[in-house]
Nanobody
């Protein structure tokens, strides 16, 4: 059983920054991929970024150059640094972990960019 807990969401003006965190606990293989997805009101959930246990990262095109995904040395805490936020970044951000074909999700943290 894997538990994922997100934190760090909030309200920012356009151009602002936020850092999201995701703490993972439970039975987690050392070979895993963690990532962030987001869901804006009235839209389907979309991939934002991912980081594998070997450090390989991937980003959706709309956040490249603005968002940075990272994880700590122990590998069980993941971060998403979001710079130059835009109103279209407004969404609930979900933490995701995949290992051995098993998928786990956090409950999400709300990011609102307005002003």
């Amino acid at each position: 059983q894997v538990e994922l807990v997100e934190s760090g969401g909030g309200v920012r003006q356009p151009g602002g920054s936020l850092r999201l965190s995701c703490a993972a606990s439970g039975s987690i293989s050392s070979d895993n991929t963690m990532g962030w997805y987001r869901q804006a009101p009235g839209k389907p959930r979309e991939f934002v970024a991912s980081i594998a246990s070997d450090g390989t990262t991937n980003y959706v095109g709309s956040v490249k150059g603005r968002f940075t995904i990272s994880r700590d040395n122990a590998g069980n805490t993941m971060y998403l640094r979001m710079n130059d936020l835009k109103p279209e970044d407004t969404a609930v951000y979900y933490c995701h972990l995949e290992t051995g074909g098993m998928h786990s999700w956090g409950k999400g943290t709300l990011v609102t960019v307005s002003g």
